[in-house]
């Protein structure tokens, strides 16, 4: 069992930056391959980052890709997403997830752990 919380929301301007973070606690994090997914008013949960267990590995959606990156500290049980350049499209509420599988996945359903969700809300 891996509990997730996700921090690091607010408001920001177009252009600006923001580092959200999912602590995590429970059993081997380290083993686990970490996602964040976002969800804005009316739409389906998206994809947007996901890290391996070792951080060797990370994966963008093409719409962050460039402007987002993936971090995690095992050593802290830690998982960052700095979001640089963001822009209004990014408005969501963010949710980290955990994965008990060594491989890298962008689908929902193929994600064991969630966090509650940080909104994060660009103005133009």
């Known amino acids: 069992q891996v509990q997730v919380v996700a921090s690091g929301g607010g408001l920001v301007q177009a252009g600006g930056s923001l580092r959200l973070s999912c602590a995590a606690s429970g059993r081997a994090f380290s083993r686990h391959t970490m996602g964040w997914f976002r969800q804005a008013p009316g739409k389906e949960r998206e994809f947007v980052a996901v890290?391996?267990?070792?951080?060797?590995?990370?994966y963008y959606a093409d719409s962050v890709k460039g402007r987002f990156i993936i971090s995690r500290d095992n050593a802290k049980n830690t998982v960052y997403l700095q979001m640089n350049s963001l822009k209004p499209e990014d408005t969501a509420v963010y949710y980290c997830a955990a994965r008990g599988e060594y491989t890298i996945a962008t689908m929902t359903s193929q994600y064991d752990y969630w966090g509650q969700g940080t909104q994060v809300t660009v103005s133009s």
């Open positions: 890290i391996s267990w070792s951080g060797g590995i990370t």
